[in-house]
T-cell receptor, first 111, second 112 residues
Framework: EDQVTQSPEALRLQEGESSSLNCSYT??????LFWYRQDPGKGPEFLFT???AGEEKEKERLKATLTKKESFLHITAPKPEDSATYLC????????????FGGGTRVLVKP | EAQVTQNPRYLITVTGKKLTVTCSQN?????MSWYRQDPGLGLRQIYY???????DKGDVPEGYKVSRKEKRNFPLILESPSPNQTSLYFC???????????FGPGTRLTVT
């Protein structure tokens, strides 16, 4: 069974204080690891897809990296508008196309 | 505008009264999926569909039914809702099963 664990559960940052979010996973044959951002009361919004260890992707202040066991989402010099819950999900190589999400990391960036 | 729509957005109902939550996408996506989100449990997949007339169970399918008769629509049916189905429900679609998913705005369901 695919499993995804995100840490920390919550993160409070000062504006400009860089940090990293962790997503540890166990999956039989990774087909893709996804990062989403979710604002309160809204549906998740796609950020990145990573397919193989060593891959990195960047978007503005966010950078996602992938190893064989975990992924990191680095937030560089965050701004208050980066406050959100960040979700990690994996799609394994088993039967079907099931997506398994982690519990998320709530990020609050204070000005 | 490319989007996934869900209706209703909010629903309060009673135990045992059948209900349907509709989901529609205008992006010609093949893959559609339903999730429920509960505090402390995160997003859990209920059912997904790879294409018209093709559906499969996710992690928590008990008590739910789906159908995919048209490519754009993927309704979620609760034939006899119970209080443990009180949750926030999201529909999502993607071009393929491994590409990024676009989520709807959510449906908050309360079963009393």
């Amino acid at each position: 069974e695919d499993q995804v664990t995100q840490s920390p559960e919550a993160l409070r940052l000062q504006e400009g204080e860089s940090s990293s979010l962790n997503c540890s996973y166990t999956v039989s044959g990774l087909r893709g690891l996804f990062w989403y951002r979710q604002d309160p009361g809204k549906g998740p919004e796609f950020l990145f897809t990573l397919y193989s260890a060593g891959e990195e992707k960047e978007k503005e202040r966010l950078k996602a990296t992938l190893t064989k066991k975990e992924s990191f989402l680095h937030i560089t010099a965050p701004k208050p508008e980066d406050s959100a819950t960040y979700l990690c999900a994996v799609q394994g190589g088993g039967a079907g196309n099931k997506l398994t999400f982690g519990g998320g990391t709530r990020v609050l960036v204070k000005p | 505008e490319a989007q996934v729509t869900q209706n209703p957005r909010y629903l309060i109902t009673v135990t045992g009264k059948k209900l349907t939550v509709t989901c529609s996408q205008n992006m010609n996506h093949e893959y559609m999926s339903w999730y429920r989100q509960d505090p402390g449990l995160g997003l859990r997949q209920i059912y997904y569909s790879m294409n018209v007339e093709v559906t499969d169970k996710g992690d928590v399918p008990e008590g739910y039914k789906v159908s995919r008769k048209e490519k754009r629509n993927f309704p979620l049916i609760l034939e006899s809702p119970s209080p443990n189905q009180t949750s926030l429900y999201f529909c999502a679609s993607s071009l393929t099963g491994t590409s990024q998913q676009y989520f709807g705005p959510g449906t908050r369901l309360t079963v009393t």
